[in-house]
């Protein structure tokens, strides 16, 4: 079975600082997807990231694929209150279904 | 527009109940999706559906039965409600499916009481 453990799992955090959330396995993943919850509303896709040692960017956040394609990364420099909610990643298992990890919720004080 | 819409938002009864939950999708997209997210926020597969057939059914008691009238609809309904079905349900839509970017409506909590 597939599995995929994020990173922390809580984050509380003061405006302008930076952060890293972590997304691992012991199993390949043909590419991993980035997505970003706010309380009340379903998941958002944020990236997609396909070949390994990938880096992506979104304004302040960079996301990256290991070179092996096992683990993820997102990091977000000079968080701000927008940037709260909780950080989903979800791998592309070999049984054609996606697979989540258990989140990470990150909140930004002003 | 909202892209994939479920009603309702909320959804609070008693054990033993049958209720229904329906969603539609205008993104024209050909896959879509029951998930469950507990009160951990864990998000997990219950079914899904490609043009209307059933292509992922996870171990979850057949008291959930999802039906699919065409590729744009997926509802899905619950029998004999039990304390332990109370968590957020979420409806989503890919374009093609397998491993495909998710598009998600914005949940169903459903309280059993």
């Known amino acids: 079975t597939q599995l995929l453990e994020q990173s922390p799992q809580f984050l509380s955090i003061q405006e302008g600082e930076n952060l890293t959330v972590y997304c691992n396995s012991s199993s390949v993943f043909s590419s991993l997807q980035w997505y970003r919850q706010e309380p009340g509303e379903g998941p958002v896709l944020l990236v997609t990231v396909v070949t390994g040692g990938e880096v992506k960017k979104l304004k302040r956040l960079t996301f990256q694929f290991g070179d092996a394609r096992k683990d993820s990364s997102l990091h977000i420099t000079a968080a701000q209150p927008g940037d709260t909610g909780l950080y989903l990643c979800a791998g592309a298992s070999n049984t054609g279904k996606l697979i989540f990890g258990q989140g990470t919720t990150l909140q930004v004080k002003p | 527009d909202t892209a994939v819409s479920q009603t309702p938002k909320y959804l609070v009864t008693q054990m033993g109940n049958d209720k229904s939950i329906k969603c539609e999708q205008n993104l024209g997209h050909d896959t879509m999706y029951w998930y469950k997210q507990d009160s951990k926020k864990f998000l997990k597969i219950m079914f899904s559906y490609n043009n209307k057939e059933l292509i992922i059914n996870e171990t979850v008691p057949n008291r959930f039965s999802p039906k699919s009238p065409d590729k744009a609809h997926l509802n899905l309904h619950i029998n004999s409600l039990e304390l332990g079905d109370s968590a957020v349900y979420f409806c989503?839509?890919?374009?093609?499916?397998?491993?495909?970017?998710?598009?998600f409506g914005n949940g169903t909590r459903l309280t059993v009481t």
């Open positions: 989503a839509s890919s374009a093609k499916g397998g491993n495909s970017p998710l598009h």
